[in-house]
């Protein structure tokens, strides 16, 4: 996520996607619903960001068995991490071989989906906050706000 100048302490450039900014981490249920967020600065990597996610969640979700993950998490020694801390399987979802540009991926379109919904809100299109701690409650609250639109039309 792009940043602003008052963001600018704790922020990182990403060179493989060349932007300047934070990097939004979430764990979300099959139904695209948050559990745990995180955000890092853009530079750090997304193994660590996924280690600060998942971080003291096994007593929070006990039930929590498996991650499908995408590929930037891949690594054996992320995944012996999740086995070893919280008894859980990793599977790190890839794009079907030879297929170029873009394609739906299993599972993967789940979180895709819930970043676009954060997104739908314009104060979530660029990362304005000084702390990092301030631009995960502002998540929180965008999924809020959907939850309670969605319980609001139902009669």
Excluded at 79 to 88: L, V
Excluded at 95 to 124: A, L
Excluded at 148 to 154: C, D, E, Q, S
Aim: with cysteine; net charge positive.
């Amino acid at each position: 996520m792009k940043t602003v100048e008052e963001s600018s302490r704790i922020c990182g450039y990403d060179a493989h996607k060349h932007i300047k900014g934070r990097k939004r981490h979430l764990l979300v249920d099959t139904l695209g619903l948050p559990i745990s967020i995180y955000v890092t600065p853009a530079d750090a990597h997304d193994t660590k960001g996924a280690r600060c996610l998942l971080a003291g969640l096994k007593f929070f979700v006990p039930r929590l068995k498996k991650i499908w993950a995408d590929a930037a998490y891949r690594g054996q020694e992320l995944a012996t991490w999740c086995q070893t801390t919280g008894a859980w399987e990793l599977e790190v979802v890839e794009r079907p071989p030879g297929i170029r540009g873009f394609s739906v991926v299993p599972r993967r379109w789940v979180v895709e989906r819930t970043f676009s919904w954060i997104s739908r809100n314009r104060r979530m299109s660029k990362d304005y906050e000084r702390k990092v701690q301030t631009s995960e409650t502002l998540i929180q609250v965008a999924m809020v706000r959907l939850l309670l639109a969605r319980v609001g039309h139902v009669n």
